[in-house]
């Protein structure tokens, strides 16, 4: 008891010090286990002026409603939550258990289906069939009436049935005019080579018959020996005769032999004496010149400014070269370069290009100032 009250006075401090606060629930919480349901109500409904929206302290209030034994105000209570909250199952479960004490199937019914979507409880499922069957009974069928018509009130007379004859009727015969003759058909003329009525014995099909039997290689017929005798060498003659081609009668030429192609000339032997191209020396100005460019490109101005340097030392008179130059030295001032790495590969082989090019740019003006080309 002592640490009930003392969790309240902890609880009751807390809700001073923050009235915004959702303490206000357990505080109530509190109140209702040590029975002191009238605080329990008011700290709920003092709490819910502030948020209106919270659906477990509205719980909370119909529960302590419940206990206090306003089933009216409770059910309210319920009600709200389901409408901020459709699947809360307390407030549905709770307000189908009030709907059936006070005898509402229809309103419990609904609560009952909502809490069973929801929670899948099949426990209830009996306590639906029931409730179903009570606000929906099966529909009772009438018994069927057969209605005998009343008798007639005029008399029916009555139809005695045909009796037929037993000696059958005999047909008429077939009117004859007076006068006529019948007129006799002529016979038919026989055609000697018609063998449509000529019988046949057939043995195999007469009912009642046996087939002859025939002794192999013996003709069924007797026939003279002269004709037998003459139809074997007419056989023997033609599995005998031998068909042989005709002999080439036509002169015939051998074909003379084909004549070979004579064989490609071989390809000529280069001599000593023969001049060969020699390869062109490679032009370091045009190559410094594409390596300058490329330099200013990529916005290395510093290693452009420098081979154009070179290339107007060699070149002194290109306008081109010197505007280019003067480009590179502006840019290399305003502009910082890229910094690169320490030991970049790429960097390396750059600079070597440039020492290569230098010393080209220093052999062709010592060149030109000794008069040797």
Do not use: C
Request: proline fraction near 13%.
């Amino acid at each position: 008891m002592a640490d009930a009250e003392a969790r309240i006075q902890e609880l009751k401090e807390r809700v001073a010090r923050a009235p915004g606060s959702r303490f206000f629930v357990p505080l109530a919480e509190e109140y209702r286990k040590a029975g002191r349901l009238a605080e329990s109500i008011a700290a709920l409904e003092d709490g819910l002026v502030a948020q209106p929206g919270y659906v477990a302290a509205r719980i909370s209030l119909a529960r302590s409603y419940l206990e206090a034994g306003k089933v009216e105000e409770s059910m309210r209570a319920f009600s709200k939550a389901l409408a901020d909250d459709p699947s809360n199952l307390v407030a549905a479960k709770a307000l189908g258990d009030l709907h059936l004490s006070r005898g509402e199937s229809l309103e419990a019914l609904k609560r009952y289906r909502l809490y069973r979507g929801v929670s899948g409880d099949g426990r209830i499922d009996r306590v639906i069939a029931e409730l179903e069957s009570k606000v929906s009974p099966a529909p009772v069928r009438p018994p069927v009436e057969v209605s005998v018509p009343p008798p007639p009130a005029f008399p029916v007379p009555q139809v005695e049935p045909l009796s037929v004859d037993e000696v059958p009727v005999a047909l008429a015969e077939p009117f004859v005019p007076p006068g006529y003759k019948p007129v006799a058909r002529p016979a038919r003329e026989t055609d000697p080579h018609d063998i449509s009525g000529v019988e046949y014995e057939r043995p195999s099909i007469a009912p009642g018959s046996t087939a002859p039997r025939l002794t192999p290689g013996v003709p069924s017929r007797d026939l003279p020996l002269e004709a037998i005798a003459s139809a074997r060498r007419e056989d023997d003659e033609i599995v005998t005769r031998k068909i042989r081609l005709p002999e080439a009668n036509w002169p015939f030429e051998a074909a003379a032999p084909a004549t070979l192609l004579p064989p490609p000339p071989p390809p000529p032997v280069p001599k000593e004496s023969d001049p060969v191209a020699a390869e062109a020396p490679p032009d370091p100005l045009r190559e410094g010149r594409t390596l300058a460019d490329l330099y200013l490109q990529q916005g290395h101005y510093a290693d452009a400014r420098d081979l154009y340097d070179g290339l107007l030392t060699a070149a002194p008179g290109d306008g081109e070269l010197r505007r280019l130059r003067d480009e590179a030295a502006r840019q290399a001032i305003t502009v910082r370069p890229p910094a690169l790495p320490d030991a970049n590969p790429a960097r390396e082989r750059r600079l070597a290009k440039i020492r290569v090019l230098n010393e080209w740019l220093a052999m062709l003006q010592k060149r030109s100032e000794t008069g040797n080309p």
